[in-house]
Antibody, heavy 122, light 112 residues
Framework: QVQLVQSGSELKKPGASVKVSCKAS????????MNWVRQAPGQGLEWMGR????????TYAQGFTGRFVFSLDTSVSTAYLQISSLKAEDTAVYYC???????????????WGQGTLVTVSS | QSVLAQPPSASGTPGQRVTISCSGS????????VNWYQQLPGTAPKLLIY???QRPSGVPDRFSGSKSGTSASLAISGLQSEDEADYYC?????????????FGGGTKLTVL
């Protein structure tokens, strides 16, 4: 079955970096874009951007440029989110989500990874 | 402040029908389809409705979606205790300088 499995929780100090992985299985990895979504504690969902898994071309949403980097390792069907110069406000659960399109170019996210909690604290 | 507006909470008793609204603008809901996601407590979001009113396989037909103009709605009939969750609407936004996915702030559904 189609599945996205993310790496485990991380505890980091301010100023450090973190790399979250999202391993896909059950489908051809390069056929679907991979999206990243942030959920701060007790808050809603926020789209961070996406990466074209065929070309490697990333698109970053406003507010997620500079310290955020999307990357791929297509040999192991895995997408990565790296955040540098971590701040306390980066504390959140980060989800990867496969972007699906239909014939009419309608799009949605399915499935989602289980989420990775990144905690930034001194 | 979310681009799509949802009521923060909704409630109903078992067996009742509840609706959750999602209000947007011409650049998002007005020109693109709406998706709904269900987030059960402590879990990742799950696709509930896509393309305004389509249910993925495995989603009960108690859940239905609709869209009119710049607003959308999620209806849940025959409410069950396991429906207690957060519900989010989402749409692509075609804003000139910053297109991308936008979400509603989420609606916490309580089954009384």
């Amino acid at each position: 079955q189609v599945q996205l499995v993310q790496s485990g929780s991380e505890l980091k100090k301010p100023g450090a970096s973190v790399k979250v992985s999202c391993k896909a299985s059950g489908y051809t990895f390069s056929t679907y874009r991979m999206n990243w979504v942030r959920q701060a504690p007790g808050q809603g969902l926020e789209w961070m951007g996406r990466i074209n898994t065929n070309t490697g071309n990333p698109t970053y949403a406003q507010g997620f440029t500079g310290r955020f980097v999307f990357s791929l390792d297509t040999s192991v069907s895995t997408a990565y989110l790296q955040i540098s110069s971590l701040k306390a406000e980066d504390t959140a659960v980060y989800y990867c989500a496969r972007g699906v399109s239909d014939y009419y170019q309608n799009n949605w996210f399915d499935p989602w990874g289980q989420g990775t909690l990144v905690t930034v604290s001194s | 402040q979310s681009v799509l507006a949802q009521p923060p909470s909704a409630s109903g008793t078992p067996g009742q029908r509840v609706t959750i609204s999602c209000s947007g603008s011409s650049s998002n809901i007005g020109s693109n389809t709406v998706n709904w996601y269900q987030q059960l407590p402590g879990t990742a979001p799950k696709l509930l409705i896509y393309s305004n009113n389509q249910r993925p396989s495995g989603v009960p037909d108690r859940f239905s979606g609709s869209k009119s103009g710049t607003s959308a709605s999620l209806a849940i009939s025959g409410l069950q205790s396991e429906d207690e969750a957060d519900y989010y609407c989402a749409a692509w936004d075609d804003s000139l300088n910053d297109s991308g996915w936008v979400f509603g702030g989420g609606t916490k559904l309580t089954v009384l």
